[in-house]
């Protein structure tokens, strides 16, 4: 009976994505001795903050004020020593966690190459961590990591003033965090800014994998939701350079992998039908994704069985009679425990561009 079961976890998440895509969990990693008896805290909203203020440093607090006042689900603060604290610590911390976005208050270039290492670690590892950070040594170029270009921005507020960008990370960690799959970062504006330093040349840093905040007749915005991403091939597209994208692509990728270990592991023999069960599961996934404008309607959203990898692990096995197997008889015998899946989707972008040509006559 495990047909309605999947199909209905999957309606729900596909039903629930644009309001999840708004609550992402941002783990702010700070350094403070102020209070030393806790290493995490969360915090919903300023009111939950109010009570634990005297936990931090009157910047490390401003910085978890930033970070909530851009509406994320939730923010959980990771606290390390100031003094003697070891920034992988805190990744130990975060891996124990649920959360989508990562950076650190204050980092120092060091932090900021430890967390795209992390990041591209977990990766690897089908984690779909995201992180924002400032100049690390070596651009990261990686889907799931923001670089802040801006060398310095300038608060509304005096006591702040000109800062150098690090000090941005976690408003920004709040915005990306906070905003729905319906709309992109690209020209949010920052009304806690009076001014920014812009690099020389904005279109090339762009293009390099910077975000950029720009300028725009006085008003100051983010000049496009750009990842670190710059390097394509078959598996990182050019659509994957807009944070907008991978964000949907993060949320079907934890979608499908919760619902099959929740729904499926352990629960069904491997046979030909049940993997029907499953991948008819996800295409109705994708039909309401669809319905909501998270991919395009007008695209053929779809996954089936990964003929040529399920082909290939039976030949890798010993199996030589799988090179004149056909395509059904592929289909048939299932390898083992695995589930050979592959899926081909086009995930709506946001409107971020326009030639607007007009002819007089």
């Known amino acids: 009976m495990g047909l309605p079961v999947i199909n209905i976890t999957f309606k729900r998440l596909a039903n629930d994505a644009e309001q999840k895509s708004q609550r992402g969990i941002v783990a702010l990693i700070i350094k403070d001795d102020t209070d030393k008896t806790f290493t995490t805290k969360e915090y919903k ?10 936990l931090y440093t009157a910047s490390n607090l401003q910085y978890i004020k930033d970070c909530l006042k851009g509406s994320p689900g939730k923010v959980i603060v990771i606290r ?7 920034i992988q610590d805190a990744f130990t911390i975060i891996k124990s966690m649920k959360i989508n976005w990562l950076g650190c208050a204050e980092g120092v270039q060091a932090d900021q190459d430890a967390i795209c290492t992390f990041v591209k670690d977990q990766e690897e590892l089908k984690k779909t961590y995201k992180a924002v950070v400032f ?11 923001v670089v802040l270009g801006n060398e310095k921005v300038t608060f509304k507020d005096n006591a702040r003033g000109q800062v150098t960008g690090e000090k941005y990370i976690s408003r920004l960690l709040g915005i990306l965090a906070g905003l729905p799959l319906s709309m992109s970062s690209t020209y949010y504006v920052l009304d806690d800014l009076a001014t920014i330093v812009e690099p020389t040349n904005i279109n090339t840093s762009i293009d390099s994998g910077n975000l950029i905040i720009i300028n725009d007749d006085g008003v100051i915005r983010i000049g496009r939701g750009v990842t670190s991403l710059t390097t394509i091939t078959d598996d990182d597209t050019e659509d994957m350079k807009k944070i907008a994208v991978v964000e949907a692509i993060n949320i079907m990728q934890e979608d499908i992998t919760t619902t099959f270990k929740s729904n499926y592991v352990g629960k069904y023999k491997n046979s030909p ?31 089936d069985i990964d003929i040529e ?13 799988a090179t004149t197997w056909k395509d059904a008889d592929v289909r048939k015998n299932t390898f083992k425990s695995n589930v050979f ?17 007009t002819i007089l006559e």
């Open 45 to 54: 909203n300023l009111d939950d903050l109010s009570t634990d203020e005297k």
């Open 80 to 86: 390390i020593n100031a003094t003697d604290g070891n």
């Open 135 to 145: 100049k690390p040594t070596t651009p990261p170029d990686c889907k799931q990591i």
């Open 273 to 303: 039908d049940n993997q029907v069960i499953f991948i008819s599961g996800i295409n109705d996934y994708y039909k309401t994704l669809a319905q909501n404008d998270i991919l395009d309607a007008d695209y053929t959203n779809t996954c």
């Open 309 to 321: 990898a399920q082909r290939q692990a039976w030949i890798k096995a010993g199996n030589s009679e």
């Open 341 to 357: 899946i592959k899926a081909n989707v086009k995930v709506l972008d946001a409107m971020e561009d326009m030639d607007f040509t």
